[in-house]
């Protein structure tokens, strides 16, 4: 991928813990579903939603505010893992429930200014395996990118990656298992 370094770890976690991952995270995490205000029109968001993280790490997007609620036992274990590979330490969560295959996410980039200059964003995935594509912002010629998000797989994305390509998780009509997505990052 041109402009981009994007990392693919399509095994970090193994069957049994990605099991108790996902049963711990669905039960214990504060989820839920927020609106987005586009047009001065609100709409539900596709899919549950929790922040945690450092104290005062607040995040910012769509016109949503979150507060961090403090890190749990298991979101712990998970940061000290990836923080091994990715070599950066991350200070919060943004986690993603896709309770089937209409809930999905939009077109963007994780740009926002309390990310600084290229980010480096951890995003593990734990459940349903979802298609996720990537598309270069200014250069139409440049054919987009698959990737099947496997459970217990880890996506970094760094580097220029979040100026020139936007990323997406589509809806989908097949029957999928649930899916749990963790996105760390470090806010400045
Ligand atoms: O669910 C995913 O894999 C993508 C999540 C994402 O794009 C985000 O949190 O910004």
Known sequence: MPDAEVLFYPCLFNAADCEQLFATLEAEIAWRQ???TIFGRHHLLPRLTAWYGDPGKTYRYSGISMEPLPWTPTLRQIKVAIETVAEVEFNSVLLNFYRHGQDSMGWHSDDEPELGPNPVIGSVSLGGCRRFLLRHKGNKS????????????????????????????????RTVDPRINLTFRVIQ
């Not at 760094?158 to 998780?169: I, K, M």
């Open 142 to 173: 440049i054919p987009k990118v698959e990737l099947n998000l496997t459970n217990g797989s880890l996506l970094l994305m760094q580097g220029p990656t979040q100026h020139f390509w936007q990323h997406h998780v589509p809806k989908t009509r």
């Open 34 to 36: 927020d609106s987005a």
